[in-house]
């Protein structure tokens, strides 16, 4: 293989299973997260005449994942209204602790809106500083930090209300 086709084969197969965690922190959803990596390899990849280094196509590839992630978010409110996320997961009491930590933080983040929850990804999983999260967002860094803050507020509150309420915490 020469050219894209190479490159797309590199890309794949050495950074596919991190593009794949990074769709499902964007999205919370296995399934959405594999759509979110195809359609960004299919959008950046339909240009073949560029010349990327692998480096450079999978920041491109992670931008467009983030940009389709938060259109699909702006349609879903303009279309149809923003309806909970509920997902239907149940426990059973054989379950360890980090099992019912996984779903609590899960369903916490599902809370977030897409911005609150792109910020945190882009934070704290990208280790990204604000500024270059604001240059990614096309927003300033004061709306970044607003962001966070809301974000890390509302994930506390949500964590804490799980804690207290153990039900609440398992999708019931």
């Not at 983040?109 to 911005?115: E, K, T």
């Amino acid at each position: 293989m020469a050219g894209w086709e190479g490159l797309l084969a590199e890309l794949v197969e050495s950074r596919g299973s991190e593009l794949n965690r990074y769709g499902f922190l964007l999205s919370g959803d296995r399934s959405e997260a594999a759509d979110l990596v195809q359609e960004a390899l299919v959008r950046v990849f339909a240009h073949p005449g560029r010349s990327w280094e692998l480096a450079d196509v999978e920041r491109y590839v992670r931008r467009t994942m983030l940009n389709r992630f938060l259109d699909l978010h702006r349609r879903r409110a303009r279309y149809a209204g923003l309806a909970p996320r509920l997902v239907e997961r149940s426990a059973s009491a054989d379950h360890s602790g980090a099992v019912t930590d996984r779903l609590e933080l899960l369903a916490a983040l599902g809370s977030l809106s897409p911005q609150q929850r792109a910020c945190v990804v882009l934070r704290y999983y990208e280790d990204l500083p604000v500024a270059s999260i604001a240059d990614r967002l096309d927003c300033g860094e004061g709306t970044v930090k607003r962001h966070l803050s809301d974000a890390l507020a509302r994930l506390a509150a949500a964590l804490k209300a799980a804690h207290r309420d153990p039900e609440r915490g398992m999708g019931a």
